[in-house]
């Protein structure tokens, strides 16, 4: 059953352009207030003015979210201004622009891909969920990317760290459905922004999806209407959700829609 989400609070990192300002707005058109962080001030000003046209409230906070201390003083100051988080979405991302094999690849920028990804939302969900087990309620999406579930050497760092923030989720989302918090891995298909129009398989496949189906799927997201598949891999660009939601309300095999080690066989004993 979908909650009103009017006047209360959503987090979203990577704000200030691209597939963040769109979840913003479209968080901000359901009612919801806004945090919006991103590394540029003049990106996530502007946002907010947008946000602010639907009469809700907005906080900015240009943040580096790789680093742990920033992100947990924005979370102390924002639960301060607004109130309790109930919906995270973790949108900042970078990818391997030089498009380079590993061996071949700058290591600092490999590893700042990797620590923008999947350490910038771990310090997010570190600092946001204690209050959300706290008050037993909370949803957290993750952007994702088809890139975690289909190798690219071009996207070492870029598809490592969506697995690992595959696992991750996997990893949580047990033990925080007994405290009634959801989590999503949802992947938002190849939408035009400047890092996807920088990225050649993007160009090649030349098959763009619109930005709304992520931000509907998000604002879903927010209502509680896509708890029954907490947990799970999605895919808006070719996903029926409401279709995955009355499927899980049957029973979805163990591991469906999550990361998981294929055995060879029967006789494997990993089976």
Known sequence: MAVDVSGRLAVVSGAGRGIGRHLALGLAGAGMNVALLGRRPAGLDDTARECARFGVETFTYPVDVRRSAAVRAFVDEVVGKLGAVDLLVNNAGIADHDESPPWEADADRWWEVLETNLRG?????????????????GRIVNINSNVATKRDIRYSAYGTSKAALLALSDTLAGPLRAHGVSIFDISPGMIRTDMSERMTACLERNQWVSVELIVEAVVRVARGELDPISGRYLHVGVDDLTELVARARVGLPEGARTLRLLPHGADDPLA
Do not use: D, E, K
Not at 121 to 137: E, Q, T, Y
């Open 121 to 137: 939302s771990f310090n997010l969900c570190r600092f946001v969920l204690p209050a959300m087990i706290g008050a037993g309620v």
